[in-house]
């Protein structure tokens, strides 16, 4: 696509690359065929192309309104558009930049930017989202379905393994899971603790900047990133086979760092260290599931819907690969139909833009249970809970299924 920078930007980086990434585009819409807000609205500017469009009169410094600001919000991130393209756009990134020049010329509406601030004060702080969780608890039953499927499950087993094995790992806790899906960090490390792998658990939990990148709030969110390489670097320097995540929206974000503090002097080298280090938890249990393959003979019945997050897709690239390894140990997996698009998570969406959120929540649902599953896995804990709201069938960490077989 053509496009004249704005003489103000011209010779600022960021502006470069994204004319750069821009330029790569030839118009072709392909990416609307696969975009999940384009397919729900039907309008132009609700999906990349149009998006990109946008984007491009932020760059040429022509007048943006809250019509702009709200198309941009209403894209999910998902990078659906990403996989579909045939140029290569990167239009994440190209998003990333139109939503921050947005942010410095467009006030938000008061009950916007509030929604925004509690969210980014909330979710990260381990504490304090763990101070509701035990408020919550008690009033389990009287609380209507939405919000109980949101607490930790009862019965959970939380054990972890106390054996010490030369082969070391660091597992990312994260801050939401760590208080609503407990269990999945704990059968991590079971299943793993047979592999002989042990797990090193971080010294000081924390968010690893995607819920404040994701939130307007870019800088708190690369002071969350830095924080973390902090917390983490002994344990690099220790000698650490991987960083492991378990939730693909975190695991994508840490594989950024490298290229999010790439032009920063203190932290470009560890950051793109960790970056190179830091794998999804599918690809650990591929590699040590070919070094120790299972008994062909696993009993298995049960039969698996398995949603595969687009953290883990199209922003990973790891599709089709949790589903290979449980066909491996005998689970049954179900097809699903439209599987490439989002479940209206993606992140924080489903409290920002809630209505085109349960929209596409109901129509991932309807084709994740129409064969009729057992359970529905997922990797990322925000579809976890995003589809335990309206699920009729359990929906847990695909890990959990590979932790139930022993
Ligand atoms: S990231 Fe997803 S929602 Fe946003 S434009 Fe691309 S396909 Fe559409
Ligand atoms: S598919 Fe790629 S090249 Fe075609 S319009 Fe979309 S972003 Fe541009």
Redesign the pocket.
């Known amino acids: 696509m053509e496009i004249h920078l704005d003489k103000k930007i011209a010779d600022k980086d960021w502006a470069k690359e994204a004319e750069s990434i821009v330029r790569k585009c030839v118009h072709c819409g392909f ?2 065929a ?5 397919q729900v609205l039907g309008h132009e500017s ?3 192309r149009g ?1 990109i469009y946008l984007i491009i009169q932020l760059l040429e410094g022509k007048p943006a309104d809250r019509q702009t600001q709200a198309h941009l919000d ?9 996989t ?1 393209c045939p140029s290569g756009v990167i ?2 990134r190209l ?1 990333e930049t139109g939503r921050h020049m947005l942010e410095q010329q467009q006030k938000r509406q008061a009950p916007d930017r509030l929604k925004r601030k509690i969210m980014t004060v909330v979710v990260p702080r381990r504490g304090l989202m763990q101070a509701g969780v035990n408020l919550a608890r008690p009033l389990r039953p009287l609380l209507p379905k939405s919000l109980r499927t949101q607490l930790p499950l009862p019965g959970k087993n939380l054990d972890r393994p106390k054996t010490s094995h030369p082969r070391k790992m660091l597992l990312l806790e994260g801050c939401a899971q760590l208080s609503l899906t407990p269990e999945t960090n704990a059968a991590t490390a079971r299943v793993l603790d047979r592999f002989g792998i042990s797990l090193l658990t971080e010294s000081k939990n924390g968010c690893c900047g995607a819920v404040r990148l994701h939130t307007s709030a870019r800088e708190q969110g690369l002071k969350d990133v830095k924080q973390r390489i902090d917390t983490w670097w002994p344990a690099v320097e220790a000698g650490i086979e991987a960083i492991i995540s378990t939730a693909s929206g975190c695991g994508v974000t840490v594989k950024d760092y490298g290229y999010l503090l790439k032009d920063d002097p203190e932290y470009a080298e560890k950051a793109y260290k960790i970056s190179e280090l830091c794998v999804d938890l599918s690809e650990v249990m591929i590699a040590e599931t070919g070094r120790l393959p299972p008994d062909p003979g696993i009993k298995n019945s049960l039969k698996v819907a398995f949603q595969c997050p ?1 953290t883990l897709q ?1 922003g990973q690239k790891l599709n089709g690969q949790v589903e290979l390894l449980l066909q491996q140990y005998n689970f049954t997996i179900l097809p699903v139909a439209d599987g490439h698009l ?1 479940c209206g998570s ?1 992140g924080t969406y489903s409290i920002l833009q809630p209505v085109l959120s349960k929209q596409l929540r109901v129509d991932k649902l309807e084709k994740l249970q129409t064969h009729s599953p057992d359970v529905i896995a997922s990797a990322n804990v925000g579809c976890q809970l995003h589809l335990r709201k309206d699920s009729s069938v359990p929906v847990l960490h695909w890990i959990e299924l590979l932790d139930s077989l022993t």
């Open positions: 990416c609307n696969t975009c999940p807000t384009y609700d999906g990349p998006r209403r894209c999910l991130l998902c990078r659906a558009c990403e579909t239009y994440s998003l687009c199209h989002c993606a």
